[in-house]
């Protein structure tokens, strides 16, 4: 009975370690583990490990077409092997690795290494090339390098990083770094890095600085001239100008449309030429141009004519009042009458800032060329500046007020009225004058204030000028 089992049992236990032996081979599932990115010229580990497994296990690492790199046999019963490999441009592929213990073999998960070069050689390249462009013009720059793979890059302007959102001039994308319409605040030094990172390694590589100029148009050329005296003889000065632009910029002169001269300003937005000039002689109609690779801007012209002082001086008495009506000062100007020359402001104002008895009185000014020291002077008639309280009441009220400037309110009559006094003043004024004229040229001014006086101050701040408050005063001294 006890053999009948035995030998009913037998094939049953042959099945069951049959089964067991199946089993054994199939439960052989070794894992990889390893790194997925790794840097060019690194060195990296890669492990097999089979748990359970019963040495002797031979490990072996698979490459992308199957073949074994490495093999290794644990016979410690470590239940791992690992495997070193430094890592090369061929590195890169799918890893997985095998375990093998007496007939039975498990394959195990496979590892994509990816191979990360780091960058070297970044430079800045720019389009247009050098980076010199006109404002609102367009200029990329390019962070390139020689050699790099997964790489992120960083600008900076003037050492400070631009980011899009700090700085919305500027439009980043990829390696470029691309400003759209260039102003002059976009002038400066630029560089870049290029940068990879593998887990928490990072690797740089800094682009020299590149400097970016942005060229300002000029603005219209303008042209004015002097005259100065050297000896007996007599020179002229002319001066191109523009308020704004970048240079270098190409000035000539042209004389009734002949050029004359030309200048290249490298440093400054001016040239100047010396021109003949005489006294009282018209010497031709002059231009200047401006020139630079973008623009060819002309001037207004000008008439080079010198005309000396002669004929009639006069001074013009105009009495400023502050805001609230009160007399502040007496504003004095000597008006050579010259035909279309446009006399240089120097010395010409007179301001009386103080209004006492003292300052009433009769002034007159006397003018020469300023080109010729030794001429001779033109003198006005005097007029008579006089601070009293009928001249004050004589003025029309302004409402009091610190704040708005002063409103002028007269009726038409009383306009008419003063200006026909006026216009009767003025009539007597110059036939006095006249008579004054011809009968005394060369008397010595008996109280004479010229306007060379440099004590007094040529400006008079926080008076309200306005003109319709002015009163012209033509009182000759000497009626
Ligand atoms: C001409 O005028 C300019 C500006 O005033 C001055 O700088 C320059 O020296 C003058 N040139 C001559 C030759 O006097
Ligand atoms: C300016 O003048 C220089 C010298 O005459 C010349 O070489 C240059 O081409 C000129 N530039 C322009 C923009 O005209």
Known sequence: MKNLQ???????????????KISGSVSLHPVLTGPDMAYLGSRVAFRCIAPDASPPVTYELMGDGGVPIYTGTDLQGDQHASFFLKVTATSEGSYHCKATTGGSTGVSNIIKLTVVTPASNTRVTSEPFPPVAYEGSRIILSCTITKGSHLSYTWLFNRKEVTSSTSPFFHLSGNQLVMEKVTPEHAGHYSCIAWSRVHDIRRFSSS???QVTVKVYISKPRISFSIFKVGDSYHGNVTCWSTRGSHPVNFSLSIDDKEVASTTATESLAAWFPVAMVPGRDMGLAQCQAKTEMQELMSEPVTLEVVPVGGDVKVEVEYLYRADSKLAVARLSCQPVLP????????????????????SGCYRCRVRDSY???GPWVESVAVLVKVTDRILNSMPRATSSTETPPKVFMSTIEVITITFCCFLLLMMVVYVACVY????????????STPNSDALPLSAP???????MAATSSIDCDA
């Open 6 to 20: 035995t030998r009913k049992l037998l094939p049953i236990l042959a099945l069951a370690s049959l089964f067991v």
């Open 208 to 210: 020299t600085e590149i």
């Open 340 to 359: 279309h020359f446009a006399l240089a402001d120097r010395r010409r104002i007179l301001i009386l800032p103080k209004l006492g008895p003292e300052e």
């Open 372 to 374: 010729d020291d030794s």
């Open 437 to 448: 004229r011809m009968l005394d040229r060369n008397r010595a001014p008996a109280h004479i």
């Open 462 to 468: 926080a008076l309200q000028l306005g003109s319709e």
